[in-house]
């Protein structure tokens, strides 16, 4: 026979871990997953975001490299426009590879 509320002592403590229980489960099915997405496009976004600027400054870096290089056999201002070209070219090429990479829709 089931006991009356009223009368159990331990009534209030039963119904209070219940409800912690019930509270912690949805809790963790329902937001748990929505921290993780939201730090992973976060981590994603800053990632991206350094790695695009790390890649700006390798370029910076390798054109000016390359204009000290050239600075031996040639004027200053001829080296910067060669080396502009090069840089220029390469990254055509790199552009032209990935293109040919690409997957074209069937229409």
């Not at 990254?91 to 829709?105: A, E, F, M, S, T």
Request: charged content about 15%; aromatic content about 4%.
């Amino acid at each position: 026979m089931p006991a009356n509320p009223l009368t159990d002592p331990n009534w209030a403590a039963e119904l209070a871990d219940t409800v912690e229980r019930v509270v912690g489960t949805v809790r963790d099915r329902a937001t748990t997953p929505v921290v993780h997405i939201t730090r992973g496009i976060v981590f994603g976004l800053l990632g991206a975001f350094l790695g695009l600027a790390a890649v700006v400054l390798l370029l910076i870096g390798l054109t000016r490299a390359l204009q000290a290089l050239l600075d031996i056999g040639m004027t200053n201002e001829r080296s910067v426009y060669v080396s502009y070209l090069l840089v220029g070219g390469i990254l055509c090429v790199i552009g032209l590879l990935v293109l040919r990479k690409r997957q074209v829709p069937d229409a």
